[in-house]
């Protein structure tokens, strides 16, 4: 019999023979540590590191030399019950007739949510324009703020001035306002996959909030005339519009089909069975 297990009458060993656990690995690697660590701090440190070092050292050795320290552990005997499960493949209601789908199986393209964009940008500029007659500054205030990036003098100019038309700065705000509603158009194709059935929920809600975000903590760089005079519930107000324009746009056009893989036997040309899901019939009988 090994002297590492002790065996009871019928055969099952009731104990095993393992290494004794100690702590003396850990204290001698926290006294290294320390030891070191004193070099850039002081030498009391160091000092408690060479003491907590030595002492691990002398107690690891201590379990080691001249036997290794053990104990004994009941062996506890334990019924092993193998068990497996099959399940059967679910098809996902969305394309029950293909085996392995691309989800979403259809979605708006990138040029629909372009031409929501713009539609969404007009009506960004109404609502702007809305502002500034609700708050008395005038339908060329918000047009000014915006373009105001490109104008320096702004930044010293009174309300007064600001709320004056202004020329050349209404020619800036509205390429800058054809180029941000486009490129949020274009933001807003490539997220549509993400949630292909709610264009609304989608440009009304998640798409505002995430420009809000970006537009919060950048604009102070981007047009700082804008961040002192900016109205963000206005703005929020704005951008929800701009959403809801955009969603409703694009949730007229017709969806694309996303490419779906086929087996190679029917991409081959060969007549295979199963390549076709039938549905077994219903209520049929004789």
Known sequence: MD????????????????????????????????????????????AIGAVLSVAGLVGWMRDVFPEQATERVPVVPETIRFTSSRREIERVTAAPELVRANLPVEFYPISAGIRGGLWGGAAMAVLAAAYGVVTGHGVWYPINLLAAVFFPGMATASTAEIAAFNGPALAAATGIHLFASLLVGVVYGAMSPMLPRRPILLGGLVAPLLWTGLLHSTLAWINPVLASRIDWRWFVLSQIGFGVVTGLVVSRRQRVATAQPMPFLARAGIEATGLEHKTPEKGTGT
């Open 3 to 46: 002297r590492g297990t002790e065996e009871s009458n019928g055969g099952t060993p009731r104990s095993v023979e393992l290494p004794a656990p100690t702590a003396s690995p850990i204290v001698l690697a926290f006294g290294v540590t320390l030891l070191f660590g004193g070099l850039a701090t002081t030498a009391l440190i160091t």
